[in-house]
């Protein structure tokens, strides 16, 4: 691998440079995504509608504090506004809603970036290869197998290795990208059914 990297050139700086940009982004973002934001929505909700109901507002916001999840949080935006009518409700939900998928979404323009930018650095290390060749080939006056190896091995290593970083970068942004999607409906479905449930309370109350 390293005897790779070294005939490779200069490009495989850049590259590596994706590889461990990439990789910090990913092991951030899994364990963000995955494991520290992890929640049942199906099961917290009903216990925070079940809370408020025996114990009051203040109650399931403190439950909301004690859950580390997006959806938990856009929740308690809500209940602090419950005095104040859906409506304010809803918009609490809106712009809490913004500022969380900003934070699910952090990092992840850069990992598409990469996806992005891993296969160009590998085609510029094509171009530099195959440049060298040619520059070798018109020192010599004559095409010799020798000569123009060392460029064609540069062009080659870098397009594979450009290609081999760009692949699994691009399946780990789809699947977090998956999550992220999931994690919005999630918290649009709480939303809703937090509403319904405020709205028939205000009813009943009036």
């Known amino acids: ?41 199906k099961r917290f909700t009903p216990r925070l509608i079940e809370t408020i ?24 935006a809500a209940l602090e506004k419950t005095d104040q009518g859906t409506e304010v409700m809803e918009d609490a939900i809106v712009r809490a809603g913004s500022t969380e998928l900003a934070f699910l979404d952090r990092g992840m323009p850069l990992l598409a970036g990469l996806t992005t930018v891993a296969p160009f650095f590998g085609f510029l290390g094509t171009v530099t290869g195959m440049i060298g060749a040619f520059a070798a080939v018109a020192a010599v006056g004559e ?15 870098t397009t594979q290795f450009g290609l081999i970083i760009a692949a699994p970068l691009a399946i780990v942004h789809i699947l977090l990208s ?29």
Do not use: H
């Open 143 to 157: 095409v010799e197998p020798t000569v123009v190896a060392s460029g064609i091995s540069e062009a080659l290593i």
């Open 178 to 206: 998956t999550r992220v999607n999931g994690y919005l409906r999630d918290m649009e479905t709480a939303s809703m059914e937090l509403l319904e449930y405020t709205a028939v309370k205000q009813r009943q109350q009036g």
């Open 1 to 41: 691998m390293i005897e790779w990297f070294g005939k490779g050139g200069m490009t495989m700086w850049f590259l590596l440079a994706c590889v461990v940009l990439g990789l910090a982004i990913i092991l951030e973002r899994l364990y963000t995504i995955l494991i520290r934001l992890r929640v049942n929505v």
């Open 53 to 76: 109901d025996k114990e009051g507002v203040q109650a399931g916001m403190e439950l909301c504090d004690q859950t580390p999840s997006p959806v938990a949080k856009v929740l308690r």
